[in-house]
C-alpha cells in the first residue's frame, strides 16, 4: 500500500496519516450520542494494531 510514496519524503506523512485518523476516528467514537458507538471505540485502534503486525509479519516474510 505504500509502494507509492516509496520513492517520496511524503511516505513520513502517509505512515503517520493512518493512525492518527484512527485515533480521531476512536475519540468520536467515544464521545458518540449513540451507546453502540461508544462501546465499539476500541474497534479502529485494533483494527490499525492489526494492519501494522499483519504488514510486519508480511515484511519479515519477503526479507527471508
Known amino acids: 500500500m505504500l509502494r507509492p510514496f ?3 519524503n511524503t511516505i ?9 485518523l484512527m485515533d480521531y476516528l476512536g475519540r468520536r467514537m ?3 450520542h449513540y451507546q453502540w458507538v461508544r462501546r465499539m471505540w476500541w474497534l479502529p485502534q485494533a483494527a490499525g494494531t492489526a494492519t501494522s503486525f ?6 519479515v516474510r519477503i526479507m527471508h
Open 12 to 20: 513520513y506523512f502517509a505512515v503517520q496519516a493512518s493512525p492518527a
Open 54 to 59: 499483519f504488514s510486519g509479519v508480511h515484511n
Open 30 to 32: 467515544v464521545t458518540s
Open 6 to 8: 516509496s520513492h517520496s
